[in-house]
């Protein structure tokens, strides 16, 4: 059985997906931020079989740049939740709507 | 016949991982799960010949990002059962279902691949690493700097977000406060 | 000459600015001068005229300026004396000098004398437009503003609640009939091009019937409003509220008489139309007898009076409608005499009387008001048509018309009311001048007018006397412009069985009249006589229930239906759709604002909603992009 | 500097304006006065200066503004402008110098004067887009005067007011934008300028979408029924000063606007949509007068009665020849006088009083005699006697439109009917009867300072009821140009025979007349 | 074998990188500056990164010089993409840029400003943003979005207030998601075409004829999501809000300026050549983000209470008015896109600068927000020229001629009618008249009510210096006069946008 380019896109879309869910069901910020990560590492895959399939090293650059931001984001995040934390003392997002309407 | 055993196994695995990662309701199994499954993923590149990237994915994730979260989860204290209330789960399920249904539908066809020609071909016999240094340090020179200060200006704001006193707020404070808050500051480092 | 027609026309005018000058100013007598004066020099001005068209002058037509001018319309303030509107003029400016020198002495008292003079020959100068203008639109300009006039004069007294609600009820009736007039002055104009009398009508003989007919039709309802005939009378009796001058000028002697002039002006039109002509007459029959049934039993002296000039209209109607055009505008003149006259009689009965209306509260007036006691009767006698006063010549030689042209039935009925007249007329100087001094239970110790007031009438005296006998130099006069037809019966016999037969007649009346009311019998009526409690009564003297028909059936529900237009539609359904409109914008951003809930997690799920909606929406139509081809076949298999 | 001189009109009270920010609040007055003084003898010398017997655009100024866009700064006045113009200075400058005292008094002749500015700018824009600037301009003084200076529910009034106007407007824009887009399609340059667009002539189903799209803009503003119920709040919560010029000046802008774009521009639309829109016309004119009838408060029976009016203008617009046209942009100029006169009466009650409530008055005739001529003349003029302006305007209207139906013109012409119903009513419930409110009986009569408004008012009111000549003159020549333009573009022969051929008529005029020979 | 790589230094073209570098080196040099000696005052850094983004404007300046020239620059290996889209959101970029920095010079002293890193990461953002307008290859594309969009959240964090924490979480984490939804769109393109840049995408995708119109139209949604975060269109807006309720009044008028325009062109280069292919759905799509956008925006600002957060939802409406012009897709559109943004820049700034100068320290009891409407009350009396510019400002964005903004309403309507959208044209002018509510209410508020008790109108300008009132008066003159500098600001874009084959 061949293992084509399909299979990775649909394994990729398929943890998209989850960390689609991740994203929608959390409320724990820091795990919140680990369902983003699945987002980006799920298409990472994508990217690097399209790469590989194509014979083009484009997907593993675009991989390459994915990652890097994925790692600015998560100090990023990091330092957010560290001040929300120093203030509030929890990190929970259900506490996080004092503006609305 | 190799690969597809390599590839449905690991596919499993990522899958598992990262399903407990996000439905656990314990924080640590969660970022071991997805700890677990950014390995897994090194995996697939390495199966598909970007051994840099397995390398880095390693490096990266699971060294740096995931010591981070680790960090976090310390000091956030999150290593306790998350409590996490859940409205409404039918959205929630019913996005997920519908988002699963609309990928299986769409890549179940196949694709066409006409009319595509490699802009940076592999090259043979060449290392990995060394065809995607080749790239990256001509073609992504440009994207390759200004990830490097997207990285700097990540790390100047961690600093000034966690490092710097946001929790003095300089803006209600009044001048005779912040001098002796930075009296105080100056005292620590001399001691 | 045009010398003389600028002074005709414009002294009342300056009469009027210069009373009122003083109109805010208190009472003075220069005020009331002045506009007389000045009003007499109209009169001297329209006699010269008069004397210049008699000896045989051509018209005198004078184009003053322009008044409106656009497109092809063409308006000047064109003013033309011929045979016709001198007659008017001399009418206008006779009756109206010695109702101003009469009311000199009748506003005496009245705080409001300056203004009163200012308003009068304010109206003269409208009636003199209205008479003197060559072309509908000028017509219509005195037209409005006698309407006006009238309107100002009959709620002179404005503290009292009738005076103001009959003067509004004239205003708005003759309207009603502006509107017909208004409508009639644009058929002709798009029909003929021109507003100019000569024009208009030179251009009418090669128009269709049908169009001449409605020109006519909507015209004559012009004249109805003006001279108050059915079914707009109602205001002419309410009008009476208004000083009694005015009265004997307005609703007697000229303004009302405005249709008839009309009617006469535009005779070329209704020469082309004899049919609608016939209706004139026939309406004018009616009313004839209609308003003279209704002065039968009516309890209020100048109500009396009003139904008969009414009465007196109608016939005049008959002549103008038949043809007699000269006929009508002759006893248009006399009657404009004597019923001033009678007004003014009337007015100075008031006087002695602290304006009490009802007659038979009066009675044996005659012992202290001699003189207003022969005025009064006189007048009657000529209004009753008695040989050999005014009314005698002009009155039947309508009846004559009438028998002449064959309308039998027409003549019939002006017979008899000529009879109901003269009974009428006299009951009402019985009541006043004879039997029991009924007076005195009410404790009112009455007075002969001021002698100059009797003097001023006196001219008046005169011409109801001796007004018959100008007939035939008029009728040479007028006929220079009118159709000169000529009415004799054909035998003599039967002239003169009908001339004796009508004067036994109404002197039968008049005999009746005085049999039942110069008697000391007369009770002040309460309400409990036999007759009173008549079924027939009661419908005269409610003017046939026509006056609460119009205001229970007309003016309530046009106010309930304007409120209810207010209240129900303008606020609750064309606003409130507005409104509306705005109030869901709102409520819909007020109901869908709580989406923003604040929450994060709404938040993420609102984007991965958005994002999954987009792809079920791509899908679909990614499906059905590559399986259009399927698509198509079974669509087509289904007969789609 | 006559070249400039609607610019000068246009512009000069802006500055002033501006610099009035500068004076000391008591000499505001004075100043506001002077401004408004020198505006209206400026506005006077337009006239003067003006060609009464050229029928096209005068005192043309050019200047381009966005050429890329096509769009420039081109203003001109002719017939049917110019006496709007002049009225609307008028009325800004004896709206100031009549003012009754009121706080912020600074503020209020600033506004005005801006008003001012903006109202000389809609009537001699030549640049569509230039009138929409001056169009929506004018909202925002309006808006402020209501907002600032009104009754109890101002706030109500005066956004309903800015907002269902502004709504019609953009959609009025659409419809411009539309047009100057066939212009481009057609001749492949924009150009927003209304002289160009006259030479355009297009196929008769786009001129009904624009014609609608135009329409909905215009009716608001006029109003129509039935968008007409902003006015009422407008009128009924304006301080006096502010429904002055509401229902003199900028209630014409819409008719106004009929006359300079709906007509000329879409022909074939206009005759298409005649029937439907006199239909509106009587609507108004009948309807809004009954309801005028049943208000209990004196303001609202102007305001509906300007509505009522609005109607047989709108009614002389849609006539489609020139007597009609002529009369409606003359019954503007009138009923601007007259309504305008009206507001400012009930003003003088209301700052004795303050309260505009018919029940509280009556047998006022007593106390205030000079008050009442005064009311009565206007009520007169009003209901349209004739020797007064508002009579020659109503006339020429429904003349005109008897051409086009005989039964429609018959129902308007109830308007003379229902008018005098209201009015005398309403007249009758406060002047006349016997002073029955213990607080009426010591009312002063109008002072100098009213005076001072309404005796020129009735004046004019007066004079141009005997004397139209010399303003019907130079409408007369514009409107033939524009009827004889409308002719001659029309494409549809129902068009064509309704609309009258001018030349023609001269034409036949002289055969006949040689026949005649 | 590799072969190494000959480059010869002219055929860089690093001329197209210079406007991006300034920044950077500006940013740098503060860091450098802070490091030798600390605890400088905020104005010194203001003035630096003030003189920095004029050097990048003359710099651009040149460029657009060259532009007009030479017409569309490849640089650096063809990842630089500079052609007119470039220059002119660059140009937007800066001067709305050199615009806010000064509103720094406040009266008051806030937390931000006293760190030097705050102008550091602000020059790094803006360098961001330049290089994601400057080229068309995605990946450049979202290293730039996420270096300014990470910048962007620590600035709006530093304001230091539970709420700009707050609202820089919800603004992370949400930015996080649509950076996911933006890999996997440009995985999907990647995977259609075996490139990721857009202009060959659009080649290889025409080349196909669109044969996989599926898959396209999958990554076009993720792309919709991504940017639909970005441009803030309904429902991906949710954060717009409260981001800007939560962030300083001025950091909330740049965001709706600057980070937009970037995202507008990104859109442009995207969706135009595949709206331009007759992907029918597309349209429909964009034509129903477009209505939904503006009106929903339109009906939530309406029931605002706070002025910040109703300009959010106004500025959300904005975006899907100018949304219209991607979906229009003629050079006319595009033109009015950049015309209305030029307008809108100097509007909104004004607008939330008048915000800005009014930011109180201490809340008084009754409010609960820093600007609502009731504080404005009775403005007018207390302070009538700042409340005649602030009802300017409210005019303009309402679309009143002739002010600014109007003439942006005015081109965009137009483009739309010329683009055969006609019923898209009065949907859009009657959501104008929508918005006519919202922002007369603060008119009405200003100009109709009675000032709340014990308010003497100090709090109106609280917070202005001579820098934050030049900058007002600025975006004032610029509002007014807009009409006069029309005419060769829409030939220049027109220009640009044409040579650039939009």
């Known amino acids: 059985m061949e293992i084509g380019l399909n299979h990775y896109l649909v394994l990729s879309t398929l943890l998209f997906a989850i960390g689609l869910i991740g994203v929608m069901r959390r409320k724990n910020l820091l795990l919140l931020f680990f369902a983003t990560e699945i987002l980006l590492n799920s298409v990472n895959i994508a990217f690097a079989a399209i790469s590989h399939y194509y014979g083009d090293l484009t997907g593993q650059l675009f991989v390459f740049f994915v990652i890097a931001i994925a790692a600015s984001e998560v100090a990023v995040g990091l330092g957010l939740l560290i001040v929300w934390h120093k203030r509030h003392g929890n990190i929970d997002l259900d506490n996080m709507s004092t503006m609305r309407g | 016949m190799f690969e597809a055993i390599a590839f449905y196994l690991f596919a499993f695995l990522t899958t598992v991982m990262f399903f407990i990662a996000v439905m656990t309701t314990q924080a640590l199994h969660a970022l071991t799960a997805l700890a677990a499954g950014m390995i897994f993923i090194s995996a697939f590149f390495f199966i598909l010949g970007a051994d840099f990237l397995g390398a880095i994915q390693i490096v990266v994730y699971s060294g740096a990002v995931m010591a981070l979260y680790a960090f976090g989860m310390m000091f956030f204290d999150t290593t306790r059962d998350v409590k996490e209330k859940n409205g409404n789960k039918y959205i929630v399920f019913g996005l997920s279902i519908l988002s699963a249904v609309l990928v299986v539908v769409i890549f179940s066809a196949p694709m066409v691949t006409d009319n595509i020609s490699a802009l940076y071909p592999m090259v043979e016999g060449a290392g990995n690493t060394q065809e995607l240094g080749m790239v990256l340090f001509t073609k992504y020179l440009v994207p390759f700097e200004v990830a490097a200060v997207m990285l700097l200006v990540a790390m100047i704001a961690g600093i000034v977000l966690a490092g710097k006193k946001m929790d003095l707020s300089l803006t209600l404070m009044n001048d005779a406060e912040i001098i002796e808050a930075k009296i105080e500051k100056n005292k620590k480092v001399l001691s | ?640 | 500097m006559i070249d400039h001189i609607l610019s000068i009109l246009i512009f000069f009270p802006a500055l002033a304006a501006m610099l009035g920010f500068i004076i000391h609040k008591d000499s505001i007055r004075a100043y506001g006065v002077a401004v408004a003084t020198i505006e209206f003898a400026l506005s006077l010398w337009l006239w003067f200066a003006f060609d009464s017997n050229a029928s096209g655009m005068q005192f043309m100024e050019q200047l381009p503004l966005v050429p890329a866009f096509g769009i420039n700064y081109i203003l001109g006045v002719d017939g049917i402008s110019l006496f709007i113009i002049i009225l609307a200075s008028f009325f800004t400058m004896i709206g100031i110098a009549s003012l009754t005292d009121t706080k912020n008094e600074k503020n209020m002749i600033v506004t005005l004067l801006f008003l001012q500015m903006t109202m000389a700018g809609v009537f001699s824009a030549l640049d569509a887009i230039v009138f929409y600037v001056f169009w929506e301009l004018s909202l925002v003084p309006m808006l402020y005067i209501i907002g600032a200076w009104g009754g109890p529910l101002r706030i109500y009034a005066s956004v309903k007011f800015f907002l269902y106007t502004f709504a019609g407007s953009l959609v009025m824009l659409v419809g411009m934008l539309f047009m100057a887009y066939l212009y481009y399609q057609a001749t492949g340059a924009w150009s927003f300028s209304i002289l160009e667009w006259y030479r355009l002539i297009l196929p008769e189903s786009f001129q009904l979408w624009l014609f609608v799209a135009f329409f909905i803009g215009f009716a608001i503003k006029v109003p129509m029924f039935p968008f007409h119920t902003w006015l009422p709040y407008a009128h009924g919560q304006a301080p006096t000063i502010g429904s002055v010029i509401l229902a003199a000046i900028l209630l014409k802008m819409g008719t106004y606007a009929f006359i300079r774009f709906s007509l000329p521009m879409f022909p074939d639309a206009s005759v298409f949509f005649m029937f439907p829109i006199a239909v509106l016309a009587i609507i108004m004119v009948i309807y809004t007068a009954m309801v005028a009838y049943a208000q209990e408060d004196i303001k609202q029976v102007v305001a509906y009665s300007s509505v009522s009016h609005m109607g047989i203008i709108i009614l002389g617009t849609f006539a489609l020849n020139v007597e009609g046209i002529s009369g409606s942009i003359f019954l503007m100029i009138g009923h601007g006088l007259v309504s305008g006169a009206l507001f400012l009466l009930v003003g003088v009650i209301y700052d004795r009083r303050h309260t505009k409530m018919m029940s509280e008055f009556g047998g006022l005739a007593h106390v205030m005699p000079r008050y009442a001529t005064i009311f009565g003349l206007m009520l007169m003029a009003s209901v349209g006697l004739p020797l007064t302006v508002n009579f020659v305007g109503e006339f020429l209207s429904l003349l005109g439109f008897y051409k086009q139906s005989h039964i429609l013109t018959l129902l308007a012409g109830t308007a003379i009917i229902v008018g005098a119903i209201y009015m005398l009513a309403a007249y009758k419930k406060m002047f006349f009867g016997t002073v029955t409110n213990e607080k009426n009986a010591n009312l002063k009569d109008v002072n100098r300072r009213e005076l001072l408004a309404l005796i020129p008012l009735s004046i004019i009111t007066i004079w141009l009821g005997i004397y139209p000549k010399p303003v019907l003159d130079p409408i007369n020549n514009s409107v033939e140009s524009i009827v004889q333009l409308m002719h001659d573009k029309s494409t549809t022969s129902e068009a064509k025979s309704r609309i009258p051929n001018l030349v023609k008529n001269v034409e036949t005029a002289k055969t006949s007349e040689q026949g005649a020979h | 074998m590799i072969e190494p790589v000959n480059v010869s230094l002219e055929s860089l073209n690093l001329m197209t990188l210079s406007p991006m570098l300034i920044p950077i080196i500006g940013a740098l040099l503060i860091l450098v500056i802070d490091i030798i000696k600390g605890g400088l005052d905020k104005t010194l850094y203001v003035v630096i990164s003030l003189l920095f983004l004029l050097i990048d404007f003359s710099v651009l300046i040149d460029s657009a010089g060259i532009f007009s020239q030479d017409g569309i620059m490849m640089g650096v290996f063809n990842v630089m993409l500079i052609d007119g889209l470039a220059i002119l959101s660059q140009f937007i970029i800066v001067v709305a840029s050199m615009l806010f920095i000064p509103l720094a010079l406040t009266h008051k002293r806030f937390h931000e400003f006293s760190y030097p890193e705050f102008f550091a990461l602000f020059l790094f953002m803006i360098s961001g943003f330049q290089f994601m307008v400057a080229t068309d290859n995605l990946i450049l594309v979202f290293v730039g979005l996420e270096t300014s969009s990470l910048a962007l959240y620590t600035l709006v964090a530093m304001h230091n207030r539970d709420k700009s924490f707050e609202a820089a979480v919800k603004y992370f984490t949400m930015g996080a998601l649509a950076a996911g939804f933006y890999s996997f769109g440009a995985m999907v393109f990647y995977a259609l075409t075996g490139s990721v840049e857009i202009n060959q995408i659009a080649a290889v995708l025409a080349a196909n004829k669109y044969v996989d119109i599926g898959y396209v139209l999958v990554g076009v949604v993720f792309m919709l999501a991504s940017f639909g975060f970005k441009l803030s269109l309904v429902p991906f807006h949710t954060w717009a809000p409260d981001v800007y309720e939560g962030a300083s009044a001025s950091m909330a008028g740049f965001m709706s300026i600057v980070p937009k325009i970037a995202a507008f062109v990104v859109a442009m280069r995207l969706f135009e050549f595949l709206i331009h292919s007759g992907v029918i759905w597309l349209e429909v799509v964009l034509y129903a983000f477009v209505v939904i956008t503006m009106t929903a925006a339109n009906i939530w600002a309406l029931v605002q209470t706070d002025v910040k957060r109703m300009l959010a939802y106004s500025s959300v409406s904005h975006a899907g008015f100018v949304m219209a012009a991607i979906l229009i897709g003629t050079t006319q559109s595009n033109s009015a896109l950049f015309l209305y943004w030029v307008l809108f820049s100097f509007t909104n700034l004004g607008s939330f600068s008048m915000l800005w100068i009014s930011r109180q320290k201490h809340l008084p009891e009754h409010q609960r927000t820093d600007h609502t409407y009731d504080k404005f009350a009775g403005m007018v009396q207390t302070s009538p020229v700042a409340a005649s510019i602030m009802g300017l400002f409210m005019l303009s964005l309402a679309g009143v001629p002739p002010f600014a903004l109007f003439w942006g309403k005015l081109y965009m309507i137009s483009s739309a009618v010329t683009g055969g959208y006609t019923v898209l044209a009065l949907i859009m002018a009657l959501n104008s008249a929508i918005a006519g509510y919202y922002y007369l209410k603060l008119i009405v508020y200003m100009f109709m009510k009675e000032p709340v008790m014990g308010n003497d109108g100090h709090v109106y300008v609280s917070n202005a210096t001579i820098a934050l009132k030049s900058i007002i008066g600025f975006a004032a003159i610029g509002t007014i006069f807009a009409f006069i500098a029309l005419n060769p600001l829409l030939e220049l874009i027109t220009a640009f946008v044409y040579n650039s084959g939009y």
């Open chain 3, 1 to 640: 000459m045009e010398l003389y027609l600028y002074l005709a026309l414009f002294s009342p005018l300056a009469g009027s600015l210069f009373a009122g000058l003083f109109g805010a100013s208190p009472r003075t007598k220069i005020a009331g001068l002045v506009p007389s004066l000045l009003l007499f020099v109209s009169f001297v001005s329209s006699t010269i005229l008069l004397v210049y068209i008699l000896s045989g002058g051509a018209k005198v037509h004078v184009e003053m300026m322009t008044w409106m001018a656009t497109g092809d319309l063409y308006i000047p303030f064109g003013f033309v004396v011929d045979q016709v509107s001198v007659t008017m003029m001399m009418v206008v400016s006779l009756v109206s000098t010695v109702v101003h020198f009469y009311s000199i002495g009748y506003m005496d008292h009245d705080k409001g004398f300056n203004r009163f003079f200012s308003y009068l020959s304010a109206f003269v100068f409208s009636m003199m437009i209205l008479v003197m203008s060559d072309n509908f639109a000028g017509l219509f300009i005195g037209w409005e503003g006698v309407g006006l006039c009238s309107w100002l004069l009959i709620g002179f007294w404005y503290h009292k609640e009738s005076a103001t609600w009959a003067a509004n009820e004239a205003f708005i009736m003759n309207r009603i009939a502006d509107l017909g007039m208004l409508i009639g002055i644009f058929l002709i104009y798009w029909n003929t091009g021109s507003l100019q009398y000569d024009q208009a009508f030179a251009a009418m003989n090669g128009l269709d019937k049908e169009v001449l007919t409605w020109m006519g039709i909507f015209l004559f309802i012009g004249a109805m409003g003006k001279s108050a005939q059915f079914p707009l009378h109602t205001w002419l009796a309410d009008a009476m509220e208004g000083p009694t001058p005015v009265s004997a000028l307005i609703h007697a002697a000229t303004m009302v008489t405005a249709g008839v002039y009309l009617v006469v002006r535009a005779n070329p039109l209704y020469d082309l139309i004899p049919h609608v002509g016939l209706f004139i007459a026939s309406l004018g029959a009616f009313v004839a007898l209609f308003a003279a049934s209704m002065a039968l039993v009516n309890r209020d002296m100048k109500r009396i009076i009003a139904y008969s000039t009414l009465s007196q209209l109608g016939y005049m109607f008959v002549a103008a409608g038949l043809g007699a055009y000269w006929v009508a505008l002759f006893h248009l003149m006399a009657h404009a005499f004597f019923k001033a006259l009678l007004f003014l009689g009337a007015g100075n009965v008031m006087h002695a009387m602290h304006d009490e209306l009802d007659p038979f509260k009066m009675g044996g007036l005659r012992k202290v008001m001699k003189g207003t006691f022969v005025m009064m009767t006189l007048a009657s006698v000529a209004l009753a048509g008695i040989y050999p006063f005014a009314g005698f010549f002009s009155k039947d030689l309508i009846l004559e018309v009438g028998f002449v042209e064959h309308h039998y039935i027409i003549y019939t009925v002006l017979l008899f009311t000529a009879g109901l007249t003269a009974f009428y007329s006299f009951r009402l100087v019985a009541l006043i001048f004879h039997g029991e001094e009924r007076y005195k239970l009410f404790g009112i110790h009455p007075h002969e007018a001021y002698k100059f007031m009797l003097v001023a009438m006196s001219p008046l005296l005169l011409l109801a006397i001796i007004a018959g006998s100008f007939k035939m130099t008029y009728f040479e006069m007028v006929t220079a412009v009118l159709p000169a037809t000529e009415y004799h019966v054909h035998s003599a016999i039967t002239y003169w069985i009908m001339t004796i037969g009508t004067q036994l007649f109404v002197i039968l009346a008049i005999a009746f009249a005085y049999k039942k009311y110069a008697n000391n019998k007369v009770k002040v009526p309460d309400g409990t006589s036999k007759m009173e409690n008549r079924l027939c009564y009661k419908v005269l003297s409610n003017q046939y229930y026509i006056p609460y028909i119009y205001e229970e059936y007309l003016a309530k529900p046009y106010k309930e239906l304007s409120t209810l237009f207010w209240k129900q539609i303008d606020m609750k359904v064309v606003d409130a759709t507005v409104d509306g409109i705005a109030g869901i914008i709102y409520s819909s951003g007020e109901k869908t604002r709580v989406m923003q809930s604040g929450n994060l997690s709404t938040m993420l799920k609102w984007m991965v909603a958005g994002t999954i909606g987009l792809l079920s929406l791509a899908v679909v139509f990614g499906l059905a992009a590559r399986y259009s081809g399927e698509i198509k076949t079974i669509l087509s298999g289904l007969g789609v």
